[in-house]
C-alpha cells in the first residue's frame, strides 16, 4: 500500500518521510523490520502484538477499478438477445417462416386454425454455386405451395400446384384431366352436388367477375378447350375444389411469387375465419383462447408433418 492510501493518511495527503532507525547494538537481537501494517517482527517470528508471521494479515490489494459487474452482466445480456433477433431475423427470412390457414380452401388437408412452419428454401431460385450445394426443388404437380397472391402481393396464399409450364388442362363434370389423362386424387373433396358451368367445365364462359389475371389467362393461354401453363408459371386450385379461389378465377402463379412449401403444422385451434384474416389481435381473441386452449386445440394435428401428392 503507498502512502498516499495508506489508512494513517487520508487520500490526496502526503506522509512524511520515517526517520531511519538506527543499527542495533546488540549482535544477537535482529533488526525491527517495518511491514506493510506498521508493525514490527521480532527474530522469533513473532510480530510485535505476538501473532506469527506467516499468519499475520497480508496486505489487501486495492479493489480493481473498471466497468461494474451489473454494467457488464447487462451489457452481455443485450449481446446475447441481439445476436437471438438476428438469427431468428435470418432463419424467419431465409430459412421457415410462419404462417395459419385463414380459409377452408385446402380442407381437408389443411383446415381453418392451422398454424404451420413454411420452407422457404426449398422452392428458392438457385445461384451460380448454391444450385449445386443446397437442395433446392423444382415444383412438380401435387405439391403444395405458399405463394404471394399475384392480384395482391401483400397477401399470402397456399394452394396445391396442379400444372407446371407445358401442361394442358380442363375439368369436365368436376373431374381435373391433365394433358389429357384423368387425374386420381384422393386428397379432393367436392361438398356441393350441383354442376357449376364454369368452375366445374373450365375453361368455359364465365358466370363470375373474374381478375384480370385470369381474363388474360382465358384469352390467350386456351388452345383447343385446355389452358396450356406457360413458362415460369403454375397452375393452382385448392382441395376443396367447390369453395376454392384459385387459378380459375385469377390466373397463373409467376415462379417468382412462390415463397416456399409447408412442413409441419405446429398447432391447430379450432377458431373462425374472420378472426384469422386480421394481423390484430383482439381482447376477445385471447380471452378466447385462455378459456378454451384445451378444448380448442386439435391436439392429432400437432405436429403433423404435410407432404404433396404425385399428380401424374
Known amino acids: 500500500m503507498s502512502p498516499e492510501n495508506s489508512p494513517d493518511h487520508p487520500l490526496g495527503s502526503v506522509a512524511p518521510e520515517s526517520p ?6 546488540n549482535p544477537w537481537v535482529a533488526a525491527p523490520i517495518e511491514s506493510g501494517l506498521g508493525e514490527t517482527v521480532a527474530s522469533n517470528g513473532l510480530s510485535g502484538n505476538g501473532v506469527a508471521a506467516e499468519h499475520a494479515p497480508a496486505e489487501t490489494a486495492p479493489a480493481a477499478t473498471g466497468v461494474p459487474i451489473e ?36 380442407e381437408d388437408t389443411l383446415l381453418i386454425g392451422d398454424h404451420l412452419l413454411v420452407d422457404k428454401l426449398a422452392f428458392a431460385p438457385g445461384g451460380p454455386v448454391s444450385k449445386y450445394i443446397l437442395p433446392y426443388l423444382d415444383v412438380k404437380r401435387g405439391d403444395i405451395i405458399v405463394f404471394r397472391y399475384p392480384t ?23 373431374q381435373v384431366y391433365i394433358n389429357d ?6 386428397y379432393k373433396v367436392n361438398k356441393t352436388d350441383y354442376i357449376d358451368s364454369y368452375r366445374d367445365n373450365f375453361p368455359g364462359e364465365p358466370n363470375v367477375t373474374l381478375e384480370r389475371g385470369a381474363v388474360e389467362m382465358l384469352e390467350h393461354n386456351v388452345e383447343n378447350g385446355e389452358v396450356v401453363v406457360p ?9 376443396n375444389r367447390d369453395s376454392s379461389w384459385d387459378s380459375r378465377y385469377w390466373g397463373f402463379v409467376p415462379r417468382q411469387n412462390i415463397i416456399g412449401k409447408p412442413l409441419i403444422i405446429y398447432w391447430s385451434y379450432d377458431r373462425p375465419s374472420d378472426q ?4 390484430s389481435v383482439t381482447f376477445p381473441q385471447m380471452l378466447d383462447l385462455a378459456e378454451h386452449f384445451f378444448s380448442k386445440t386439435r391436439w392429432r394435428r400437432a405436429f403433423m408433418l404435410i407432404h404433396g401428392y404425385p399428380v401424374q
Open 276 to 279: 384469422l384474416n386480421s394481423n
Open 181 to 186: 389423362k384423368p387425374l386420381v386424387e384422393p
Open 20 to 25: 531511519v532507525a538506527p543499527a542495533p547494538e
Open 71 to 106: 454494467g457488464a452482466m447487462a451489457r452481455n445480456t443485450l449481446s446475447e438477445w441481439v445476436i437471438t433477433i438476428l438469427l431468428l431475423l435470418f432463419l424467419t427470412t431465409f430459412l421457415v417462416q410462419a404462417f395459419v390457414i385463414p380459409t377452408g380452401s385446402m
Open 231 to 239: 413458362p415460369n408459371s403454375y397452375f393452382a386450385m385448392g382441395d
Open 152 to 174: 395482391d402481393i401483400q397477401q399470402t396464399f397456399v394452394k396445391r400446384c396442379m400444372g407446371v409450364p407445358g401442361d394442358r388442362i380442363h375439368i369436365v363434370n368436376k
